[in-house]
């Protein structure tokens, strides 16, 4: 070799040339291998002896490093293999036991139509031998390429060396390392202390495994696109369309976990990684575009423990066609203050609550299912063995079916504002009679001093006193056990008769305007995620979205963004119930609380006002009545164990009318009256005192003397009034 063939050797060394080929380095650590550079000049056998040594030393690295580890490319041969077995099942199932279960699904949705019954379960068997002929054919390809492998790999085994052995046994474990390696979504970060962990996601068209940790952004592959729901298969797959969905409308979305399957579509959690849920809310009909689902498929429910996380459902059918029945309730089987079932959420948890001492507001749109919701609330207390049930209406039917399990029936105004007054009065009676009793702060219903229950469907329909005299009672009646559970198509002030809506302990908002979302759950409730204005009320083919609601303040429940559907009773059901409990007997006020009632002042506005001179010059626009004038004026029987006023009894009723009449004046105190009667009616009233007078009246039904106003010359004296006695005459037989 000349000089001109080799370059002059020199201490300072060219830059050195690039190294062109593979570098590995294992994820767990250890040597890197790396191909040698070979200057164009080595060409002298002493070189050439030295890289043929060299390539002794890299090939004895090189089977050392992959012997060394071993382990972890047996466990990549485990996991390949696990993969290949998931693909092997996916592909075995394919869609079909969704689309059985859709079917079975439009099957229960037909019940009680002949026609689309027998479509809808022709449907379902022709998917289930779709299915069946699927398996079959699979189940052929499987065996004919298993015998196939098989037999190769054992005729090799037998018929070669030691070398074709092991070379059958590293192919097989090269295979399933190589479906098993770690790509590069395997990645993941770790997971912060306290965290759930972060689990390996293949991708969309990974391996399929269920998705039981967290699926981030940053483990999303580069260049994909959103798609529909329909096209997920696995729980990844899902957490996967969600991100990039949000992704692409500009939800700060940072990761998906808690994915669950249902029959009705999916469920997820949803991370943001800035701000509030209420991003997810506000996308929420661009989202459904982007999953392809109906409207009102999207349905976000931000979670109070963790503000940045929201419930996710993506809804496909109907969420509540699976939830469990009404169940059968005994008559008096419950206390007031026992919880019952009322309806299921969304996620398939009951409804349960209890009605004890809870005023109560139900809003919703015409066809929103108001009275399905009183009706269904009414079913419950009924049942209950300490309670009077009350049904007030001005404009429909109110309870209707459950009418025999009520203990009264008001629908015009003048009944609706006599027990309104009423029970009123007696709630600020029993205030004062707690203590006697022992009580404490609150009224302990009992079969012997039961609850009040009072159930006022279409109150704006009311009159103006009406709703003055509801809003009065909701001050008052909660700590003495006499409730009002209201229904109106509005939550402002023009429906309420007040600004009231949100000073109720117990709201349910139904299909709705959004000025009702704000106006029961507050200005901020929307973006909390309380969105029954997305609901759709009924029409008169399509019962829709009737009976869902949402709902705060049940007792012992947190207040969550839940959509509920409150229990569909049939009328018929009602009415076996109803007379089932009117047999089992209704309770009437106990006589503790009547008598309180007596020492109550009757409010300023229903009172009647007089000149200076005493005479009348506004009548009251209301009267405050008897039990027993309260249930004849309601046309409800009578108390149980009451007789009929004999002849004398009803003549004197007939002569303290005719003498007030005959007087010119609308009331009496007791005194006068009784010394009157005795005056200008001596046969049969000889020696009547106020006291026999007052006894024998409320015989006949007339009750204790009422408060008269100002009258001869005192400020509030008692007695009674001619109207009052009067309707007694013209009840009696």
Known sequence: MTTAERPPLSLVKD????????????????????????????????????????????????VGHHVAHAPYYLGWSVRGYRRLGRRWLETHRDDYPQMILSAQEELRAAAGDTALEGKARALVEARRMAFRKHKMIHWVKTGSWGVLTTAGGATGVLMGGLWIDLLVGFSAVAVGALHGRPGPTDQAPAAAPGAAPVHAVAGLHGAGARLVGVMTVEQLAEGGKPFPVAAARTDEQLAECVLRAMLAEGVPV????????????????????????????????????????????VRPQPIKARRACAILRLIEGDPFATAPGLPYRAPKSLSITDKFRAGTSVGGDPLELSLAGVMGLWVAASGGGKTGILQALAEGVTACRDNITIDLDPFGDGLEDLGDAVRITARTNAQIEAVLLFFLVMANGRARQRAKLGMGKKWKASPERPAVTIFFDELPKASALAKRLYNELLLVGRKEQIVAQAAAQGGQSNYLGGNIAQMVALKGVGPCK?????????????????????????????????????????????????????????????RQLAEERLEAGLLDPDQDSLD??????????????????????????????????????????????????????????????????????????????????????????????????????????????????????????????????????????
Not at 42 to 58: C, F, G, I, Q, R
């Open 15 to 62: 830059e050195p040339e690039p190294i062109n080929g593979t570098v590995v380095e294992h994820q767990g650590g250890g040597r890197v291998l790396e191909p040698r550079p070979r200057p164009a000049w080595v060409t002298s056998p002493d070189h050439l002896k030295k890289e043929v040594v060299y390539a002794k030393e890299n090939a004895l690295d090189w």
């Open 254 to 297: 940072a990761a998906v976990s808690d994915v669950v399957r249902h029959a009705w579509g999916w469920q997820c959690t949803v991370r943001v990684g800035e701000g509030t849920p209420v991003a997810i809310i506000d996308k929420a009909g661009d989202l459904e575009t982007r999953f392809d689902l109906p409207a009102n498929g």
């Open 514 to 574: 959004v000025e009702d979302t704000r106006s029961v759950f507050g200005d901020g409730s929307v973006k909390e995620g309380y969105l029954p204005h997305k609901l759709s009320p009924a029409t008169a083919t399509d019962s829709k979205d009737a009976g869902h609601i949402f709902i705060q303040g049940v007792p012992g429940m947190a207040d969550e963004p839940i959509e509920y559907a409150i229990h569909e009773i049939q009328p018929a059901v009602l």
């Open 596 to 733: 309180a009632m007596k020492g109550v002042d009757l409010p300023e506005y229903v009172k009647a006002t007089y000149d200076a001179d005493g005479n009348l010059k506004k009548p009251a626009p209301v009267e405050l009545l008897t039990w027993e004038q309260l249930l004849k004026l309601c046309g409800a029987q009578p108390p149980a164990g009451a007789a009929a006023p004999d002849e004398r009894i009803a003549d004197l009723v007939t002569d303290a009318v005719d003498l007030m009449v005959k007087a010119g004046v609308d009331r009496m105190r007791t005194e006068v009256l009784a010394t009157a009667l005795v005056d200008h009616k001596p046969k049969g009233y000889e020696g009547l005192t106020p006291d026999e007078l007052k006894t024998r009246l409320r015989e006949a039904g007339a009750g204790s003397p009422v408060t008269l106003g100002p009258l001869d010359g005192m400020q509030n004296p008692r007695g009674y009034k001619r109207d009052a006695l009067r309707r007694i005459v013209d009840d009696m037989p």
